[in-house]
């Protein structure tokens, strides 16, 4: 007999104003789903050009469609706009203010209170998902720094604020706050791209900013070996040769040589180090936040980057474990079937030497990404097309699990993060190996990819 695990769906209040409530939650209640996570934000169809183009293109997905039709359409340009009024003199100690723009009188704001009344009649949970540090407008000077001091440039699949900026923190905590305010009765509160980032190469080199400088030093890390020797890894990747990717490789086998590389370049480990205190200083103060308004009964979840990737975005899940409810690491494949490619091209672009299979066979074993390409190339990485397979073996997600399962060691809920924007098959291949691992659950996103037919795969490996 299976044991029950928690399934949580992702669905956005534009789904509830095109198809209806009613037929929203028939769908998600056939599942078995305990919870629900949603944003306090309606949206409505604007002209083509304006807007934001759903689904997100996250850098070039161009080729990505909706399962689930939006007001008509697979692809859609869409403007949002806030579902409650935001209390502005919580948002007194940052540069920023949120979006004040108001929405069309035939957009009924009203539907997210509605959504909420509606999943817990029918006994579902309420999560809502939160982007603390995505300010609108955001301006350069609160960018993350590279370490030669230069900025992210689009496209990028978010321009994020750097998390030691007070501006973006007062905004980010604010943001918390307001949205907590308005909405008392959720279950639960997600807070996207609360990490670095590490969609490109170079992201791992942030951020290098003044604010970062003075908290790591407050923090007890030496600044000055930290920018030496990421510096000296900076230069190291501008400066590679076959033969220095072909030495790389023995690291991933090698304990002796990889204890060796952090002897004597300890600054980079003391990056790492300084990331996840930051990363786990703003949810530990959310937490705080939460419960000084006496909502501690709200659960708080840590949703990112899996491994080994969290370990440059400073999700670092062992600690995180302590302060939040729950975990959930991204296994959003159409992302990493691109990453070797965005990788790739950075590295090219520093090494124009460098072949793009040279390149891309070593990208795929430090990632843990592997597949059955042959004769590699940049052109075969690229977010599908719906119909498009996704080419890493299975494997490679289990070994993320089984990761995060080690570092979290039972202390809070593991609820790996699927998205279900794959070819039916291998989707079924995904839900089966999250159901039959030793997690605690699943959230899906989201229900604009979850065609009929994903849906009853769910239902029958799930329940």
């Not at 020797?229 to 590679?240: A, E, G, I, Y």
């Not at 091209?345 to 460098?354: H, R």
């Not at 890493?392 to 089984?402: C, G, H, L, M, S």
Request: aromatic share 12%; net charge neutral; with cysteine.
């Amino acid at each position: 007999m299976k044991v029950n695990k928690f399934l949580g769906i992702f669905v956005y209040p534009m789904y509830a104003q095109y198809e209806g409530i009613k037929q929203v939650f028939d769908n998600i209640e056939a599942l078995g789903a305990n919870a629900i996570c949603t944003t306090p934000l309606v949206a409505y169809p604007s002209d083509e050009g304006k807007g934001q183009r759903k689904p997100d293109l996250h850098i070039d997905g161009y080729k990505r469609l909706l399962s689930r039709p939006i007001w008509g359409k697979r692809k859609i340009q869409l403007e949002y706009f806030p579902a409650h009024d935001p209390d502005l003199s919580i948002f007194e100690k940052s540069f920023y203010k949120p979006n004040l723009k108001k929405a069309p009188p035939e957009v009924d704001r009203e539907i997210v209170n509605a959504m909420i009344t509606e999943a817990k009649k029918r006994g579902m949970a309420v999560h809502f998902m939160i982007h603390p540090f995505l300010p609108p407008d955001i301006r350069t000077e609160d960018q993350p720094r590279y370490i030669d001091n230069s900025v992210p440039k689009p496209p990028q699949v978010a321009l994020t604020a750097c998390m030691n900026n007070p501006n973006a923190l007062a905004y980010g905590l604010a943001l918390v706050e307001d949205t907590i305010k308005h909405y008392p009765k959720i279950d639960g509160l997600f807070t996207d791209w609360a990490e670095y980032g590490a969609y490109r190469l170079e992201d791992h080199f942030t951020c290098f900013c003044s604010h970062c400088e003075q908290k790591a030093i407050e923090l007890g890390f030496d600044w000055n070996t930290i920018k030496r020797d990421m510096n000296s890894l900076w230069q190291w990747f501008h400066s590679l040769t076959p033969k220095k990717l072909e030495n790389s490789l023995r690291l991933l086998g090698n304990p002796s040589s990889f204890t060796e590389l952090l002897i004597h370049y300890p600054g980079c480990l003391q990056f790492l180090q300084f990331k996840a205190e930051t990363v786990v200083g703003f949810y530990r103060q959310t937490r705080q936040l939460m419960n000084r308004m006496g909502l501690n009964k709200i659960e708080l979840s840590a949703r990112g980057w899996p491994p080994p990737w969290n370990h440059s975005s400073g999700l670092d899940y062992r600690a995180l474990s302590e302060i939040c409810n729950a975990v959930t690491p991204k296994l959003f494949t159409f992302d990493y079937c691109a990453l070797p490619r965005w990788y790739g091209q950075t590295i090219q672009g520093w090494n124009p030497k460098l072949k793009e299979s040279i390149i891309l066979d070593t990208l795929l074993k430090w990632m843990n990404l592997e597949d059955d390409i042959e004769n590699r190339s940049f052109v075969k990485y690229n977010i599908p097309g719906p119909k498009e397979k996704h080419p890493a073996k299975f494997e490679v997600y289990q070994n993320r699990i089984d990761e995060v399962l080690d570092q979290v060691e039972s202390k809070a809920n593991c609820y790996p993060h699927a998205c279900a924007y794959m070819l039916d098959s291998q989707w079924e291949q995904m839900v089966s190996l999250i159901r039959n691992s030793k997690v605690d659950g699943m959230w899906v996103t989201m229900y604009g990819y979850l065609s009929d037919r994903k849906l009853e795969i769910i239902k029958k490996i799930w329940q």
